[in-house]
């Protein structure tokens, strides 16, 4: 049954597969300087190295901005991001995955009636106008470079051919290794908290964990995509907003690639917060959204007269609508699964959504980080300060512990399930305000006392 | 590095032999309209000889590099231009051996005094031909440089065209015969013809090169 649900996420990773591959390679099949066969090797490996490597850390921020924990929850958020990407495509607006996911994900927050963390969903939304800002500006900057650079070494044109092929093949390379890295999050993000993969251990050397075999899977399912049906997409992207060269075309790859690369790279976020700098955030962005910033860029800084101004008024609708879209389908969708079905579509034995806050704040409190493996947690927030505080663990909804460890029964009013209604929830966060600890699950049975120390 | 890009560089090599072999093909048009003039018809026979040889191996390289750009699919974006650019330049080499050898086959009675100014006719022509040379070499390699050596071919284009009009005036102000005349005017013609099509190439290599500007 889990296989049958995992349909959804790989029709997803299928569709990313088929339309932002193209955002990749468009440019260097439909100039004819790439053949496809060719584009499609590449990147099908890199997508798929890029979501097994690095796919973690964007993946972390969707599970932030709604933890779909219950496989038909998973289901129909994976289900309705799909159909709201083959809609958009069908009426030929151009779709984001990402968008349509993040839409999909705030629906089920809506339905489940699990509190959205404004912090990360700002922080998505954002990168959302920052990551098409940043590509603009990338490219703009690589342009003059690659302007002055050219003009100066006065390269035959043969050659300059050479070598942009090879560049718009390795900048490719980067370009689907960075879109499996920043995007594996939208196909397989909403199934990792009901993966059904067991963690493997390789011959004692590494452990392939279950997480990781899932993004494989979904990596498997973008190359799938890639191979039969984005040849199309490749050879019309590109020349319909401006007609670009060879040399524009690896100007606007690279520029992509890298504003993917800077959403999804751990090590420079690390870098930045190393040098005091604001961290930028590990958000899934969309590869459509930083191609058509990069071909702007590049689009204005000729003079902007190339433009095509109802393109981009059709794209900016585009991209209004999906997360809309895919927000109100994935509501409709999970009322039906829970209620006609009659399927979980949040798990009743999963930390309390106000736990998951409590976790995310003190995430937040850390740094920013959201690291995807064990994170360093600060010292124990002041709500221990409290007299008589008393854990809440999640996973034994109906017992109260007291700080020392010793079960207390507590004051009958405190015995909450976490799958109950909202009332009770609001009776979990009044909790909170009492200095009710919650016992967080994401971390360690042997870290836990940690949490308690004053 | 270099064995990824060597047969980029053949390439590369070849074009650049095709460019002067039309250069070479100019000199020897000039060679020979000095050495018809001064009555030396048995060296100019020679030079039109190695013309004719030059445009046959002209006709053959161009058609070698064409094929090549086609089988590997190279400079796609380039690929109608550059093909352009080679052929219109291979009429230029023609229309030279063809002039010569209309020389050598009418033997055209030019008089003594006006020897001079065909013989700058066939010098400004010619020097059309090879800023044409240079224009094209530029579009591969630097085309800021494009534009100065597409000025010098329109200025020489101009000086053949005063040229040729001061010829065909000299020619039918005297008292020759008017068949004479008219022989000699075609002549002048051919000579201009050269550099008409070597502006023709000039004209289609400015639009190739506003297209390259990245």
């Not at chain 1, 927050?109 to 954002?126: A, C, H, N």
């Not at chain 1, 899934?284 to 800084?301: C, D, M, T």
């Not at chain 1, 007299?387 to 020392?404: C, T």
Request: charged share 20%; proline share 4%; aromatic share 8%.
């Amino acid at each position: 049954m889990i296989w049958f649900f995992l349909i959804s996420g790989l029709f997803l990773g299928w569709s990313l597969g088929a339309n932002d591959a193209a955002n990749v390679f468009g440019t260097a099949v439909g100039t004819r300087m790439v053949r496809f066969k060719v584009a499609a090797l590449i990147s099908s490996l890199f997508v798929i190295l890029g979501a097994v490597m690095a796919g973690s850390g964007t993946t972390e921020t969707l599970g932030a901005l709604g933890a779909v924990d219950a496989i038909a929850g998973s289901f129909t958020v994976a289900l309705m991001a799909a159909i709201t990407v083959a809609w958009m495509t069908r009426t030929a607006l151009p779709v984001s995955t990402t968008q349509a996911i993040v839409g999909a994900i705030i629906g089920w927050d809506f339905f489940t009636r699990s509190p959205i963390d404004l912090r990360v969903l700002s922080k998505i939304i954002g990168s959302w106008i920052l990551s098409p800002v940043l590509a603009a500006l990338l490219a703009m900057a690589l342009y003059f470079i690659f302007r002055c650079c050219l003009n100066r070494a006065r390269i035959h044109m043969l050659r300059l051919d050479a070598y942009t092929r090879t560049g718009l093949i390795l900048v490719g390379a980067l370009g689907a290794y960075s879109l499996g890295a920043n995007n594996i999050a939208n196909v397989m993000g909403v199934f990792v908290h009901a993966s059904p993969f067991q963690d493997v251990h390789v011959f004692d050397l590494f452990v392939f964990s279950g997480t990781r075999q899932l993004f494989l899977l979904g990596g498997v399912a973008i190359a799938v995509g890639i191979y039969t049906y984005s040849q199309r997409m490749m050879t019309t992207v590109g020349n319909d907003i401006f007609q670009l060269t060879p040399v524009l075309a690896l100007i606007v790859v690279l520029a992509q690639s890298l504003v993917l690369l800077i959403f999804a790279s751990k090590s420079l976020q690390g870098a930045l917060i190393a040098i005091g700098l604001p961290p930028i955030p590990l958000v899934p962005v969309s590869s459509s959204q930083a191609i058509i910033g990069a071909i702007l860029g590049v689009g204005l800084v000729k003079g902007g007269k190339g433009l095509n101004y109802r393109i981009l008024f059709k794209i900016s609708l585009g991209w209004i609508l999906t997360p809309v879209m895919a927000a109100v389908l994935s509501f409709i969708a999970l009322f039906f699964m829970q209620n006609v079905f009659e399927l979980e579509v949040i798990h009743k034995e999963s930390p309390h959504p106000v736990a998951q806050r409590v976790e995310r704040v003190d995430r937040a409190d850390a740094g920013d980080a959201l690291p995807h493996h064990e994170p360093e947690r600060p010292a124990a927030r002041p709500l221990h300060q409290a007299d008589d505080p008393v854990i809440w663990n999640p996973n034994q909804p109906n017992e109260l512990v007291g700080q020392d460890g010793n079960q207390t029964p507590g004051p009958a009013g405190r015995r909450m399930n976490p799958a109950d209604s909202l009332v009770e929830r609001q009776a979990m966060t009044v909790a909170d305000s009492l200095h009710v600890v919650v016992a967080d699950t994401t971390v360690p049975p042997y870290r836990q006392n940690e949490l308690n120390k004053p | 590095m270099t064995v990824l890009f060597r047969k980029h560089k053949q390439l590369e090599a070849q074009i650049d032999e095709y460019l002067d072999l039309v250069v070479q093909g100019g000199l020897l048009f000039k060679q020979g309209v000095k050495l018809y003039l001064q009555g030396r018809l048995e060296e100019f026979e020679t030079r039109l000889q190695q013309l004719q040889e030059m445009e046959e191996k002209g006709d053959e390289l161009r058609r070698h590099i064409e094929t090549k750009l086609y089988l590997r699919t190279l400079i796609p974006e380039s690929r109608g231009d550059v093909l352009g650019l080679l052929e219109s330049s291979d009429k230029v080499l023609n229309r030279i051996t063809e002039t010569l050898l209309q020389i050598s086959v009418e033997i055209p009675d030019i008089p003594d005094d006006l020897d001079p100014l065909y013989n700058d006719l066939a010098e400004y022509a010619i020097s059309t031909v090879e800023g044409m040379v240079k224009a094209i070499r530029a579009y591969f390699r630097d085309l800021t440089s494009v534009r100065d050596n597409i000025n010098q071919v329109l200025f020489y284009r101009k000086e053949t065209n005063k040229t040729a009009e001061n010829f065909k005036r000299a020619v039918f102000r005297r008292e020759l015969r008017l068949s004479h005349k008219i022989h000699l005017r075609y002549f002048a013609y051919h000579a201009e013809l050269i550099a008409e099509e070597a502006e023709d190439v000039c004209d289609r290599l400015s639009i190739a090169t506003i297209k390259r500007y990245i």
